[in-house]
């Protein structure tokens, strides 16, 4: 059993930034794929964030291309999600996330990411 823990979430002024972490309990190379993905208060749809391969290859939404970068430690099993440049939209709950192939996708418990104009 995968376990994910995310932290760094918080509130901040629009324009600012944040760093998001997820620890896992599992080494990084087992997982396919490493990423994030937010959930926006109730109406709107859960979006893809960011994701990395396990090649390093990163994928970004449209909304937050430019602004956010994700990045992995592999010696710490973290990966991160430097957050700058934050705007009122980007309110949400961050859920970090490991495809771990034939084992399944594993989810963390999320994280409020709160922005004010």
């Known amino acids: 059993q995968v376990q994910l823990v995310e932290s760094g979430g918080g509130s901040v002024q629009a324009g600012g930034s944040l760093r998001l972490s997820c620890a896992s309990s599992?080494?990084?190379?087992?997982?396919?794929?490493l990423g994030w993905y937010r959930q926006p208060p109730p109406g709107n749809q859960r979006e893809l964030v960011a994701?990395?391969?396990?090649?390093?290859?990163?994928n970004y939404g449209d909304s937050v291309k430019g602004r956010f970068t994700i990045s992995m430690d592999n010696a710490k099993n973290t990966v991160y999600l430097q957050m700058n440049s934050l705007k009122y939209e980007d309110t949400a709950v961050y859920y970090c996330?490991?495809?771990?192939?034939?084992?399944?996708?594993?989810w963390g418990p999320g994280t409020q990411v709160t922005v004010s104009s």
């Open positions: 599992e080494n990084h190379f087992r997982a396919g794929v």
């Open positions: 996330y490991a495809a771990m192939g034939s084992s399944g996708v594993y």
């Open positions: 994701a990395i391969l396990k090649s390093g290859v990163t």
